[in-house]
């Protein structure tokens, strides 16, 4: 209601290389991440360089230190003397660090705001070193790549000093250490940060608002009896673009059950598909691997055969791309072939062809359809072991089974469907692929899952431990494709002959359900309306120009922790993480501290990227997706140069048009006992940091399925009023 104040330009906090910018006229420190991230894009580089000038057995800093040695670039562009000074600095880097800091007299109260904005400067590939020590962590081992970085940009202060130095710029730098002085000092926030944090708050309230209504609001239906058998049950992730596909299959046939669960099925697993060494990480980036599972893809003359056409097509098209990138190579490649690529170029251009399965890890074609399992039986090449013991596979099915509360009244057909994109030339993939699966498919832990679910000795350890699958109950490996919004089953052949009658009425289901799924997706989706709305969004997959071939987890806002029955004919708009839960079944309330520091962290993460894309791109996000060049098969760079791009680009949060994410932070609906939500909180200081400082919004929901409390910090709850909650809803 008041009229917005005039609002000075954010304060950043000067560097050194900032003030000789400004003095000298030239953007030095510009060049600096120019020159930095080119170095580093060698350095990191995981296969995509063909001629490396890296010495690959330097450190970090000795390796950028021999190539600012030798790179001549910033004395061209009229920084003399900077190759001196960078010989001059000290050859280990803690050394460098302190005669930087001392040099440059950084006031001791001021070094960590300092530290953090040279580590912003070139932020991409600080947070690249800083992902591989939180890897190597993870691992137990030691990582100082992120303390190499900083002394490097320390180093790049220090040499620019000397360079530079004069009574001008002793004088601005002292200015700047003043102004640094001033920034650590202030602690009141300014009128507009006051109220962008007012607005951010009541953008929140008002979508929490309306979700409390739509929640409490709905009739909660009678379960179905517990000897009624479900016509199939289905267990997918959690990810906001299965909501969708769940509510219309349920739509589709009221007797299919559908169950929410993390997609990696709760299978800590290192994946080497078949035909390959290199195994896949199919769990959450915050865990470590306990097994390590091959596939096998038969042991058939036929399957044989096709495997070592697909490895032959692998080595094939090795060569053949180093013939293309070679240094020398690319000439003759241009001239005499380049022409060969007009008929694909057009082919392509039009959408006339389906794009090429990969041959080192498709999920399509003829090597899909083949009868590729994951060897589950212990075995030891001489140099690992791969495989799970038997007590391993019935405990990790137990597990599974009693987080997912599917521990009786088993269909015959159970899906365990893990999910997917199919999409071409897209260096951001993976962001649409499961974040529980460590950003690949999901279908992997699927095959795992649904093999390890019809072990007939895993099934007599279970009915040991009380969990008794009937005979004729058959796990099915899925994989949904969010793309395309199908479903295929891998072990459709067991299906067909044990249950054809019942396979081929899920499977009319499922056509019919992800028909109904690509109508509501298509309203989103730019140039995907229409009469042929349906073939426009599955054209989407084999376009190469395609900007947006779907949404992705683009409007996520909420994380819903609860019985399904709850949440039975809601239309979440695709907004919702679901995950099932009854606590009256969960013994010491194990499986919600698993939730709420797996799960929950995860989602919040995906959460806080689409936020940061979005209230800052230029600093957290990619930038212009059309502008992209892939580097070191690590990330992408905007044009030619710059700093590592993180994040994600405007198309995957803007449709040219509007925006397609709101600028909220996640927002957790939980069915528990409030005391048992704070007892995970006061053991999990990591979690409650989130739920304290606002990052996870947390809701609790009572029994009938009504939302009646706000978490608000510090272990403590508010009620929420009759407006905000609702009148409670009918029982029919």
């Not at 730019?526 to 120009?545: C, I, L």
Request: hydrophobic share 45%; net charge neutral.
């Amino acid at each position: 209601r008041h009229p917005p104040a005039a609002q000075a330009e954010p304060t950043m906090l000067p560097t050194l290389t900032d003030c000789a910018s400004r003095l000298r006229g030239q953007d030095w420190s510009r060049l600096m991440t120019e020159r930095v991230s080119a170095w580093a894009g060698g350095f990191f580089d995981q296969g995509q360089v063909m001629w490396s000038s890296i010495d690959p057995t330097h450190s970090l800093y000795q390796s950028w230190r021999e190539e600012a040695l030798a790179d001549r670039t910033p004395e061209i562009m009229g920084l003399s003397g900077f190759r001196r000074a960078i010989a001059a600095l000290p050859e280990d880097p803690l050394a460098t660090a302190a005669a930087a800091l001392a040099t440059l007299d950084i006031p001791e109260a001021a070094r960590p705001l300092y530290l953090h904005r040279l580590l912003m400067r070139v932020g991409g590939w600080a947070a690249y070193a800083a992902r591989l020590v939180w890897e190597d962590a993870l691992h137990g081992r030691d990582n100082d790549r992120l303390m190499d970085w900083l002394c490097i940009q320390l180093g790049i202060e220090l040499a620019v000093w000397r360079a530079c130095r004069g009574p001008v710029l002793d004088q601005a730098w002292q200015a700047a250490r003043a102004e640094m002085a001033q920034l650590v000092t202030a602690s009141a926030l300014a009128p507009a940060d006051r109220d962008a944090l007012v607005l951010q708050a009541a953008l929140e309230r008002t979508a929490q608002r309306r979700l409390v209504a739509l929640v409490n609001a709905r009739p909660v239906c009678a379960p179905v009896a517990q000897a009624q058998r479900p016509v199939a049950q289905a267990a997918f992730c959690i990810d906001v673009r299965s909501e969708v596909f769940r509510r219309h299959l349920e739509a589709c046939s009221p007797g299919i059950e559908t169950i929410g669960f993390a997609g990696f099925f709760a299978l800590f697993i290192d994946y080497v598909p078949a035909g390959q060494q290199q195994p896949r990480a199919q769990y959450p980036v915050l865990l470590t691997a306990t097994h390590r599972i091959v596939e096998s893809i038969g042991d058939t003359a036929a399957n044989a055969r096709l495997l070592a056409h697909r490895r032959l097509v692998r080595h094939v098209r090795r060569a053949w791309w180093w013939f293309k990138m070679g240094a020398i190579s690319c000439f003759s490649f241009v001239g005499p072939i380049g022409l060969a690529y007009f008929p694909k170029l057009i082919t392509d251009s039009f959408g006339l062809t389906r794009p090429v399965p990969d041959p080192a890890g498709d999920a399509m074609g003829a090597f899909a359809r083949a009868e590729r399992k994951p060897v589950l039986t212990p075995e030891d090449d001489g140099e690992r072991t791969s495989g799970m013991s038997l007590a391993d596979r019935i405990a990790s099915a137990e597990t599974a089974l009693r987080a997912m509360f599917l521990t009786g009244n088993f269909a015959r057909l159970v899906l365990i469907v893990g999910h997917g994109a199919t999409t071409v030339n897209n260096p951001h993939a993976t962001g649409l692929d499961c974040g529980a699966c460590g950003g690949h498919t999901g279908e992997a832990n699927a095959r795992v899952a649904a093999a390890i679910f019809n072990d007939p000795a895993v099934r007599v350890g279970l009915a040991e431990r009380g969990i008794a699958i009937p005979d004729d109950t058959l796990f099915l490996a899925c994989l949904h494709d969010t793309t395309l919004d199908q479903v295929t089953i891998f072990n459709r052949d067991e299906a067909r002959a044990r249950h054809p009658d019942a396979l081929a009425t899920l499977e009319r289901d499922l056509a019919e359900a992800g028909r109904l799924t690509r109508a509501e997706r298509a309203r989103r989706l730019p140039g995907a309306t229409g009469p042929r709305a349906d073939a426009a969004v599955m054209a989407r997959s084999r376009d190469w120009a395609e900007l947006r071939p779907e949404w992705g987890l683009a409007g996520c806002a909420t994380f819903i922790v609860a019985p399904r029955k709850f949440s039975t004919g809601l239309d979440l708009g695709g907004r919702a993480f679901l995950h099932s839960y009854d606590w009256k079944q969960d013994e010491n309330f194990s499986v919600l501290e698993l939730i709420m520091t797996a799960p929950m962290v995860v989602a919040s993460w995906i959460s806080l990227q689409y936020y940061a894309s979005m209230v800052d791109n230029r600093v957290f996000g990619a930038g212009n997706k059309v502008l992209h060049n892939v580097v070191g098969k690590i990330g992408v760079l905007e044009g030619n140069g710059g700093d590592l791009r993180v994040g994600l680009p405007m198309q995957s949060l803007h449709d040219g048009v509007a925006y397609q994410h709101e600028p909220l932070r996640l927002t957790v609906v939980i069915a528990a006992p409030v005391v048992a939500m704070n007892d995970v909180l006061a053991r999990h200081g990591l979690v409650r940091a989130l739920c304290d400082n606002g990052w996870v919004q947390l809701l609790a929901m009572d029994d009938s399925g009504c939302i009646t409390q706000r978490y608000l910090r510090a272990l403590a709850w508010e009620k929420l009023d009759r407006v905000a909650a609702g009148s409670p809803h009918p029982k029919v």
